[in-house]
């Protein structure tokens, strides 16, 4: 808890966690909703902004204010998803490279840097179009996962590079710790700094990778999702047609989410970085 | 007559820190009066965290943010007239640096550029300082430089990482008194070092305050060193200075209980009797306790000890003490 | 004699650059010495002599090229990381680094007792902690909870030493261990070596450049020079009478804390280190004021002077 009053101090904290609680509080209003988000028509189409609809209907017959609760949930599991299964996966291969080195690391870092240069938007276009059919939140998670992870297991790795020099790790081989040990308590409080930043990053970047799939009409359009909402208004030409609360709708959402998580990131690795800490723990 | 090249008078220069809303004030140097004379090496000793490096900073006009110069002040005697250094604009303090008053760090590696030849680095450096002269005279400059401090040209065309630590310490001293400081503040200069590179880099200082007749500041926690060089030293503990003396007198008759067990602490060659440290820890400049800061560690403290700060007595010529125990501080100015 | 640890033709050859320029330095050239029961032990040197390379391998940190180490009769065994158990101790140069500035210092001391299963209850891992903070003139309240950058250096070096005696150990292998701690400090860390190995009979390994703290606190000491021991014997023989020429050189370069025995002379320093690593002869050879012919071409044999260990020919055969 003092963790948390300390980084509430910090506004930028303060400002990207409440946006990101009042996002959440409005995915959370999905549950209480009146429609079906999977169903068309069950109300009348392109109405303007108004007290019953308020935020207005889309061409489908669907209203964007209840539509958007289930959006913004349905983005945040993909986000949260492909953000946790790529961290578990960056930190095994960055900590496990790192600390055994030689022909493992080698190994490792062959696979993490052939995923890195790799052109990754096509790749991923193409797969999503071989399993557009079985992409549902799950897959698409998994599937963004899969090559989230290279670019901060290596970061991770050379974390531990450098830490391995410390002192600190031969007092704890002299104390008889073993490998996993050692990695657990010398290394994490060290490494987990760079797993929350990196996990926000990562969320953000998956949502912009969701938000660009669903524009290109690769995932399944009957689920709403922040993407899938802007395909459906840019397939039916709102912006031409004048339907402004069906495009601004989704897009000040993710804008107002890409911002949060960046105000997250900056705020929380600068708190977590090992050398304010040190000076904390001193002041403290 | 007054020979005093560098004066600190009354001497406070605080860090001011704000850590996630929590500020602190670090004490570093704290009513330091120091008279420096012209031709003299004056050593200061102290632990670490004793404010030496601080005083070093306000000495040469370096006093950045945190840091701060919250009293007193410090005079440089250029061509005979006092000159207080809060009052130089940062070009004029650019002007005397190197040509007046140079450093020495405890690493060269922050004064040589590592991707330029020694050669480079000097050419820079002279036109820097002496406005664009031809490249052949600047050379010639330093190339009498290097051969009258005995280093040999070779390393003209070296890169530093092709030089020994040694020999990188001693073409920083070099490149430092190029312009002929009367001023040499060497920060640690020799504590990276081996011991025999040690001895010599301060041959070489020595042998550059004995041709420039200038003044040498050091500072260093070996006490073998300042017995080996310094003419003068000033114990400073906890951000004061408590004790200055003629080094035959701080190491044969130090009358400062710290300066007393600090020189019987030493190891001696032939000499197994068992040795005390001092006892306890030395106090953090953010909280330091009330009255002489020693006390706490202090085996002849006694009630005053706690409450009051005592100022110097002078117990011979050149020779003053802070202590309650060998006099009540009467004579409170820096000779 | 009993030896507690012996160290035979030691070798250490680090390739440096690429695998095809082949520029191999020997940091620790065929080096052998042993330690006995309660002895401390120094081996003493400049940067780059091989000293803190032999004290990683005897440590199990870094593996030897060549050579065997023995513990108590026990060889090492090749390719295990740690091959001693609890027998052998370290403590290190920087009390700043030796523990994790995130975590809090006690920490070491439970996971050693668990990782060597020292004590059976909380209340007896506490009792055992508290009964080694007592022997460094710490107790188990100083430390609770506390992390290392509320402590001096000199307190955590104590605490350094305090973890290291939780196993017990026979030997404690000590890199530098005062040369970062203050000088008004120093003598309660080195009165401490004195005291384990008087009361508890501990050997220490004393690693260290500093030859006054080695002539106060040593029995025995061994000089090292570019990878070789110069000369050994005990500190009274080698510090106060030195033979071999580098050891005079480093015994006249100490700055002595005593205005009435200030550095006589001039001193010529080596102009590069790696020539010197790369020489035929006597490593030494390019500054010895006594350099023979033979010096340059061939290394100088072993040869024992009046119970001390000399590594020149000016004491071999023909010449003395």
Redesign the interface.
């Known amino acids: 808890m003092k963790l948390f009053r300390d980084l509430l101090r910090d506004y930028r904290f303060a400002l990207g966690f409440w946006a990101l609680c009042l996002l959440l509080f409005f995915a959370a209003l999905s549950f209480g909703s009146p429609y079906d988000p999977t169903v068309w028509g069950e109300v009348p189409r392109d109405q303007r902004p108004s007290a019953e609809y308020w935020l207005g209907t889309d061409s489908n017959g669907q209203d964007i204010f209840w539509l958007a609760t289930f959006a913004v949930r349905n983005s945040l599991i993909i986000a949260l998803i492909a953000g946790v299964v790529s961290r578990i996966v960056a930190v095994v291969v960055g900590m496990v490279a790192g600390y055994r080195g030689h022909t493992t690391d080698r190994a490792l870092m062959f696979f993490s840097d052939s995923l890195l240069v790799i052109p990754l938007f096509l790749v991923i276009v193409m797969l999503a179009m071989l399993i557009r059919s079985s992409l549902n939140l799950v897959t698409l998670g998994l599937l963004l996962a899969f090559f989230g992870w290279a670019w901060d297991a290596r970061l991770i790795r050379s974390q531990i590079l450098s830490l391995r020099e410390r002192e600190f790790t031969q007092t704890s081989i002299l104390s008889g710790a073993n490998t996993l040990g050692l990695v657990f308590n010398e290394y994490m409080p060290y490494i987990t700094p760079l797993v929350f930043s990196t996990l926000i990053n990562n969320m953000a970047w998956a949502i912009g990778l969701e938000i660009t799939l669903a524009i290109l009409g690769l995932l399944d359009l009957s689920i709403p999702t922040l993407g899938t909402m802007l395909y459906w208004a840019i397939n039916y030409q709102a912006i031409l047609l004048g339907r402004w609360w069906w495009l601004m709708t989704p897009i000040t959402i993710s804008l107002l989410l890409f911002v949060a998580l960046y105000w997250l990131s900056v705020s929380i690795s600068v708190y977590l970085d090992p050398r304010t800490r040190v000076q904390r723990i001193g002041a403290g | 007559m007054d020979n005093t090249i560098l004066r600190t008078t009354a001497l406070q220069a605080f860090y001011q820190l704000d850590l996630y809303g929590k500020s602190k004030v670090v004490k570093a140097v704290n009513e330091v009066d120091l008279a420096i004379q012209a031709d003299e090496i004056y050593g200061i000793a102290g632990e670490s965290g004793c404010g030496k490096s601080t005083l070093l900073k306000a000495l040469v006009a370096a006093v950045e943010p945190p840091l701060r110069v919250v009293g007193g002040k410090v005079t440089y005697r250029i061509d005979g007239k006092e000159v207080d250094v809060s009052t130089l604009s940062p070009e004029q303090k650019r002007a005397l640096r190197l040509s007046y008053i140079a450093y020495v760090p405890q690493g060269s590696m922050s004064v040589l550029n590592p991707v330029a030849r020694i050669r480079d680095t000097y050419r820079d450096f002279i036109e820097s300082h002496l406005g664009r002269q031809r490249h052949q005279e600047a050379f010639a400059l330093a190339q009498d430089h290097l051969t009258d401090l005995g280093l040999p040209l070779k390393i003209l065309d070296a890169y530093p990482h092709q030089l020994s630590g040694g020999m990188r310490q001693r073409v920083t001293i070099a490149l430092a008194t190029l312009l002929k400081p009367r001023i040499l503040i060497g920060d640690e200069p020799t504590t990276a070092l081996d011991v025999v590179v040690q001895r010599g880099v301060v041959q070489l200082l020595k042998e550059v305050q004995a041709r420039l007749k200038n003044t040498i500041v050091l500072v260093t926690h070996d006490m073998g060193v300042h017995a080996n060089i310094a003419d003068r030293i000033g114990i400073m503990y906890a951000g004061r200075i408590v004790e200055e003396a003629a080094t035959e007198k701080i190491f044969g008759a130090p009358a400062h209980p710290y300066t007393q067990y600090l020189i019987s602490s030493l190891p001696k060659f032939g000499d197994k009797t068992p040795r005390e440290s001092v006892p306890g820890s030395p106090p953090s400049l953010a909280n330091l306790p009330g009255g002489c800061p020693f006390h706490p560690r202090c085996p002849h403290v006694q009630t005053r000890c706690k409450e009051k700060m005592p100022g110097f007595t002078q117990i011979e010529k050149n020779h003053r003490v802070a202590c309650w125990l060998v006099g009540e501080g009467e004579h409170g100015q820096a000779a | 004699m009993d030896k507690l640890l012996e160290v035979e033709n030691l070798t250490k050859v680090f390739a440096l650059g690429s695998v095809l320029s082949k520029l191999r330095i020997t940091a620790v050239d065929n080096v052998s010495f042993f330690i006995k029961p309660a002895e401390i032990f120094a081996l003493a040197g ?2 780059g002599c091989g000293k803190s390379t032999t004290a990683r391998i005897i ?1 199990g ?1 870094e593996h030897a090229t060549a050579g065997t180490i023995t513990h108590s009769g026990k060889k090492e065994a090749k390719n295990e ?2 091959w001693f ?1 609890e027998g052998i ?2 403590i ?3 009390p700043f ?7 809090p210092v006690e ?2 001391f439970f ?2 007792l ?3 299963k020292l004590a059976s209850s909380p209340a007896e891992a506490v009792r055992r902690i508290d009964a080694k903070l007592h022997a460094v003139g710490l107790s188990y309240e100083d430390l609770a909870g506390k ?1 290392p ?2 402590f ?4 955590l070096q104590r605490i ?1 030493i305090a ?2 005696l939780l ?1 017990d150990p026979q030997l404690i292998v000590a890199d530098e261990p005062v040369s970062m701690v ?7 860390i ?2 401490l070596f004195k005291k384990l190995r008087d009361e508890l009979g501990v050997s220490v390994l004393y690693i260290t ?1 500093d ?3 080695a ?2 606190v040593c029995d025995r000491i061994a000089i090292m020079f570019r990878g070789d021991i110069v000369e050994m014997g005990t500190v009274e023989e080698v ?2 009478n030195p033979r071999h020429p580098y050891t005079q ?3 006249a ?7 009435t ?3 006589q002379g ?2 010529r ?5 790696q020539d010197e690593y790369l020489r035929q002869g006597c490593r030494f050879a390019g500054r010895c004021p006594h350099a023979m012919e033979i010096c340059r071409s061939t290394p100088p044999p072993t040869v024992q002077v009046e119970g001390v260990q000399v590594r020149c020919y000016l004491y071999s055969e023909p010449f003395s």
């Open positions: 400049e940067s440590l940190f990381r740690v158990t101790q370290a290190f140069q920087d680094g030796t523990f994790n500035p995130l975590r920490r070491y996971e050693t668990r990782n060597y992390y950058s509320e001096s250096g000199g307190q350094s973890r290291a196993t203050d000088a008004s400090l120093r003598m309660s080195v009165n450049h030859l006054a703290t002539y106060y510090l106060m050189l480093l015994r370069s100490i700055p002595e804390a005593d205005t025995h200030r550095w001039e001193i320093l080596a102009d590069t280190e």
